[in-house]
């Protein structure tokens, strides 16, 4: 049986989000990075350390951990079974509409916006587009 390419792509995006969400978990870490304050609007640290990085007490980067997570095990399965990639698909979609808010909040209240998170952001999108195109290689 071939191996669904869309199912290896979702596998190999939702490691590279667990891995950008595990560090975000470290704030002073990501604060230090050269990357992380470029200019304003590129700068993680209000992002990473204000009033928005928890909810209800739990860091935001957890949540992201833990989605990937979920991720990482649909997408796993979905490479022997590729029926798994509508779950898959489903389960991206949930993460973009917490990704909208997300990007809302940095964009609209917070005022800047966070390099590393959005690198988390863009793993999820491919996590959710790898699964349609795995669902559409599948036929």
Do not use: D
């Not at 200019?39 to 009033?51: A, H, I, Y």
């Not at 916006?113 to 996590?127: P, S």
Request: glycine residues 10%; positive net charge; hydrophobic residues 55%.
């Amino acid at each position: 049986m071939p191996v669904n390419r869309g199912a290896v792509g979702a596998t190999a995006s939702s490691l590279a989000g667990l891995l950008v969400s595990v560090y975000l978990l470290f704030p002073e870490q990501v604060t230090s990075s050269p990357y992380c304050s470029i200019n304003q609007l590129l700068s993680c640290g209000p992002v990473v350390t204000g009033e928005h990085s928890k909810f209800l007490g739990v860091p935001v980067a957890a949540y992201g951990a833990v989605w990937f997570a979920a991720a990482i095990a649909l997408s796993l399965r979905s490479l022997r079974r590729p029926q798994f990639l509508r779950y898959l698909a489903w389960w991206g979609a949930v993460g973009m509409a917490g990704v909208a808010y997300l990007v809302y909040l940095e964009f609209f209240v917070i005022g800047s916006v966070c390099v590393f998170c959005t690198l988390a952001h863009l793993m999820g999108a491919l996590v959710l587009g790898f699964s349609v195109l795995g669902i559409k290689e599948n036929g």
